[in-house]
């Protein structure tokens, strides 16, 4: 039997007959556990990688008892737990300046609006971080970027996930961790998470301002620091999509949804939160445009300031 298999930002270059996106398929003898499949791919069964069998995570202490039948897929994803991704060791296929997210896992289970207010922001991200990408292999040319575009982009991507998106993945994390702390535990540390994302925003930021400035840096030492950046954040976005939100859609009840409501509601009842949604909302939209207007080479009137804390 052959058993189709997505392999998500996996460390390495793809197993032979699988495409740059990861995507290709195992011959497997029937009743083959999902230890035997790994060790096709060269993984270890004990190997800290997350393991999905038709979106349903497996436990590495399950992988040489679970056995896989036809009709099974098999998706493979890096843990979010452990050190922080450092230069130049970029997950296979994160090279590129460009790449889309994967979409949500569904398993069939409705999507609460929480999941479909956090996806719809993964999807501004993911565009973002190709107009991103698009000014960056600008730069890698040779040619000059437009830096203000850049600088637009991040002061939003240190803004707002810190500020409105990640409280409302930690709320909805909490949660499944109450209900079902082994599947949490296999997602990792979401907190920690978001902290290296903040750290290597803030990084990345750090260097463009010192580029700002005049100061000479090497070329290729900045786009080594914007593709981990890219390679990073699109992982983070590919683990939430693939793991968190199936997850937590399976198994977290109506009650746990009304709870999560409740808790953003007290969040962000202030009239200033609203005020803030509405300059980011704003933000997003002027950037989208000068995006666009500058791919098309239309002029366009610059994005406002960006929002404040």
């Known amino acids: 039997m052959r058993i189709p298999v997505k392999l998500i930002s996996v460390d390495g270059p793809p197993p032979p007959g699988f495409d740059d996106a990861g995507d290709g398929s195992i011959e497997a003898a029937d009743g083959a556990s999902l230890a035997d499949v790994l060790a096709k791919l060269g993984l270890a069964a004990d190997e800290a990688y997350a ?3 038709n979106g349903e995570p497996v436990a590495a202490a399950e992988r040489r008892r679970r056995r896989l039948k036809a009709g099974d897929s098999l998706t493979v994803f890096p843990p979010i737990k452990g050190g922080a991704l450092d230069r130049g060791q970029r997950p296979a296929g994160d090279s590129r300046l460009e ?3 994967t979409p949500p896992l569904t398993g069939g289970h409705p999507m609460p609006k929480i999941l479909d207010d956090l996806h719809d922001d993964h999807m501004n991200m993911a565009r973002l971080y190709d107009l991103l990408g698009r000014e960056l292999m600008t730069f890698k040319n040779g040619e ?6 850049v600088q637009k982009i991040l002061d939003y991507c240190l803004a707002y996930p810190d500020q409105v998106h990640h409280p409302k993945e930690d709320l909805v994390f909490r949660k499944l961790k109450a209900r079902d702390p082994a599947a949490a535990e296999s997602i990792g540390d979401l907190a920690e998470e ?3 994302l903040a750290a290597f925003t803030r990084r990345f930021a750090t260097a463009l301002a010192n580029v700002l400035e005049d100061e ?5 030492w900045f786009v080594d620091l914007a593709n981990d950046f890219l390679a990073f954040s699109r992982r983070h976005m590919q683990m939430e999509e693939v793991l ?14 009304a709870e999560i409501e409740k808790a953003m ?5 202030r009239p200033s939160d609203d005020d803030r949604r509405e300059r980011f909302e704003a933000g997003l939209g002027e950037i989208m445009a000068w995006g666009k207007a500058a791919e098309s ?8 300031e960006s929002p404040a804390p």
Not at 144 to 149: R, W
Not at 265 to 269: G, H, I, L
Not at 297 to 304: L, S, Y
């Open 51 to 53: 393991t999905l069998v």
């Open 99 to 101: 790449s889309p997210i």
């Open 144 to 149: 000059l970027p437009d830096y203000e575009l």
């Open 194 to 196: 978001h902290e290296k």
């Open 216 to 220: 000479q840096l090497p070329r290729d």
């Open 244 to 257: 968190l939100f199936p997850a937590a859609r399976k198994l977290l009840t109506p009650a746990d949804w």
């Open 265 to 269: 509601v007290r969040r962000f009842a």
């Open 297 to 304: 080479e239309t002029p366009v009137v610059p994005p406002a």
